[in-house]
């Protein structure tokens, strides 16, 4: 499966940001790509780095006149896009979520981010409900993706029900960076812990792994911090973790890699860890600790 990634720099322009996603998917179809994933919350700059209430009228219903938009792009492109939007469901009600557009322009199906964190510089709870539709792959003409949304990508729960659920390929669209005051180390550290637990879940579960992270500084608004440096480093990793494609930590890129889903076929015969799961001792895992 020919996979297009997008990763971005972004400005407090929105129309302008939503204008070069779109050339750049239709760049990626023109060279063959089947499918396109962007990062997370791409039309805006990260507004979570302060809690402000003007911020709630980004978001968007879905469907809406945004859904219409990225329609029409995954439709001229004749390409499925994995999209990350602002969603409004209600008034005082909204999400972090994932949305899926099939090649003839289709709601393929959507996912609403479940584990929402609360950081300096992250305020998503003031933002986000956590999801209430559950760990579900979404079918589409060119397989069963399994969409999460960035937080998502730490939880090995999250990437195992989606496994268990038939997901054919993990998919992240993601918005992750150093915030101005940790040491050079602590970065190292961040970004390299990110990767790793992201293969951990392709090599657990025998299936590629698509994570897209947005690139580039974003100031505070506020000027309590000195802002976020987005890490980039977007990247695809096969069943067994080994790295397909990885993006520079400091500038936009667009790249297509070909990913072969029937290795994971191969690769869960060899590693059947899905086979020797103890399944009748894991009830505790639905806990939130493990007291005395």
Same mark, same amino acid.
Request: with cysteine; glycine share 12%.
């Given at each position: 499966m020919k996979t297009g990634i997008i990763q971005q720099h972004n400005t407090a322009d929105i129309d302008h940001n939503m204008a070069r996603l779109s050339e750049k998917v239709k760049q990626l179809a023109a060279e063959g790509a089947e499918l396109v994933v962007l990062q997370e919350l791409h039309d805006s700059l990260y507004f979570c780095q302060t809690e402000n209430v003007e911020l709630f009228n980004l978001a968007t219903p879905i469907p809406s006149d945004r859904t219409d938009y990225y329609s029409k792009v995954a439709k001229e492109a004749g390409i499925v896009l994995v999209c990350s939007l602002f969603e409004r469901r209600a008034a005082g009600l909204y999400h972090n979520t994932a949305v899926v557009f099939e090649k003839d322009g289709s709601i393929a199906g959507k996912y609403r981010k479940m584990h929402i964190p609360d950081d300096p510089a992250y305020y998503e709870k003031f933002y986000f409900t956590p999801g209430d539709i559950g760990f579900e792959p979404i079918n589409t003409s060119i397989?069963? =993706?399994? #969409?999460?949304?960035?937080?998502?990508?730490? /939880?090995?729960?999250?990437?195992?029900?989606?496994?268990?659920?038939?997901? +054919? &390929? =993990? &998919? /992240?669209?993601?918005? &992750?960076?150093?915030?101005?005051? %940790?040491? %050079? %180390? +602590?970065?190292?550290?961040?970004?390299?812990?990110? $990767?790793?637990?992201?293969?951990?879940?392709?090599?657990?579960?025998? =299936?590629?792994?698509?994570? #897209?992270?947005? #690139?580039?500084?974003? *100031? %505070? *608004?506020?000027? !309590?911090?000195?802002? &976020?440096?987005?890490?980039?480093?977007?990247? $695809? !990793?096969?069943?067994?973790?080994?790295? =397909? /494609?990885?993006?520079p930590s400091d500038c936009e890129t667009t790249a297509l890699v070909d990913i072969d889903l029937k290795r994971s076929e191969n690769v869960r015969r060899w590693w059947p860890f899905l086979r020797d799961r103890r399944i009748e001792n894991y009830s505790n895992l639905s806990r939130r600790y493990i007291d005395d």
């Open positions: 397989g069963r =993706l399994g #969409v999460l949304v960035c937080w998502d990508q730490w /939880y090995p729960e999250a990437a195992r029900l989606m496994a268990l659920k038939g997901a +054919e &390929i =993990l &998919i /992240y669209p993601t918005a &992750i960076g150093w915030e101005s005051s %940790d040491s %050079d %180390d +602590e970065k190292s550290r961040q970004r390299e812990a990110w $990767i790793t637990v992201q293969r951990g879940h392709a090599v657990a579960n025998g =299936l590629p792994v698509v994570t #897209v992270n947005r #690139v580039g500084h974003e *100031p %505070d *608004p506020s000027g !309590a911090t000195g802002g &976020i440096n987005f890490w980039g480093r977007s990247f $695809i !990793a096969g069943p067994q973790g080994e790295f =397909l /494609y990885q993006a």
